[in-house]
């Protein structure tokens, strides 16, 4: 009877040092080191978005599980997220053409890349010269919290805003303004609070010529009639050119015609 509790109790201590093992395999040493959210938005309304988690390790052997666990999670955004529930589109449901992947090197990050459906800003008054534009600040419900809009330390939410905007009233948080060639970039860094979240742009039409070169174009060389104009104006031209003698002739006796009856 003694002999058989020994044997249970050694079945016992093995059984919980594999689930131990088991659990312990599971368990990923990481941190994160900091989070980065790239909104471009393009020129006909579009919006991308690239959200960057960067990842920190103990030690090679905690890189290397983390490795594994991505390539066994693969690109299902779901599995990410059951991983650590950050490790979902920031902007909230209103997303499309959903992509995830991981880089390892000296700075290992989680890259999340979507498209939004609706714009991120919405079109406001429109006159004759000017389109002007508000951001919709819903996107960003996962950024408020009691009463504050809130962009945690660690944090960085860059717009790039299309090329030839100019920016109206004042940036809510405060924020930095850059540029990247054409685009006039605004960045809030964390961390940062504010009771409002606002940012506000016009973006100038195109003026039309009045006169429209290419019609003009098509007219007098694609069409009959602008071929036989052409042809008239050549004839006349040349008509000039041939009787140019006769002409100026003509022009010095009727000026000094003139001439003599203001004379007299």
């Not at 059984?15 to 393009?42: C, D, K």
């Not at 991983?83 to 700075?107: M, V």
């Not at 990050?109 to 714009?119: D, F, G, K, R, V």
Request: avoid cysteine.
């Amino acid at each position: 009877m003694k002999r058989t509790w020994i044997f249970l109790a050694l079945i016992a201590i093995v059984v919980a040092l594999f689930t131990q093992t088991a659990l312990a395999a599971e368990v990923l040493n990481y941190s994160l080191a900091g989070h980065s959210i790239n909104i471009q938005i393009n020129p006909d309304g579009s919006d991308n978005v690239v959200e960057k988690f960067f990842i920190s390790f103990k030690d090679d052997a905690a890189k290397a599980q983390f490795r594994d666990k991505s390539t066994a999670l693969g690109t299902i955004l779901e599995e990410w997220k059951k991983l650590n529930p950050l490790f979902t589109p920031s902007l909230g449901d209103k997303s499309t053409n959903k992509q995830i992947s991981y880089t390892e090197g000296d700075q290992s990050y989680l890259q999340i890349s979507y498209s939004l459906t609706e714009p991120l800003m919405a079109k406001g008054k429109e006159a004759t010269m000017l389109t002007e534009y508000s951001i919709k600040v819903d996107y960003f419900n996962s950024f408020y919290q009691s009463g504050l809009w809130i962009i945690p330390e660690k944090t960085t939410i860059s717009i790039e805003l299309p090329p030839g905007a100019e920016i109206r009233d004042t940036i809510q948080p405060d924020a930095e303004i850059g540029s990247d060639g054409a685009r006039k970039v605004v960045t809030w860094t964390g961390y940062k609070s504010g009771n409002q979240l606002a940012l506000n742009y016009v973006l100038w039409k195109k003026i039309e010529p009045v006169v429209d070169l290419n019609a003009i174009n098509n007219f007098l060389f694609k069409s009959r009639e602008g071929v036989v104009l052409i042809a008239i104006i050549i004839l006349i031209l040349a008509g000039i050119v041939w009787q140019r003698k006769s002409i100026y002739t003509k022009i010095e006796d009727f000026v000094e015609k003139h001439s003599l009856i203001k004379e007299e």
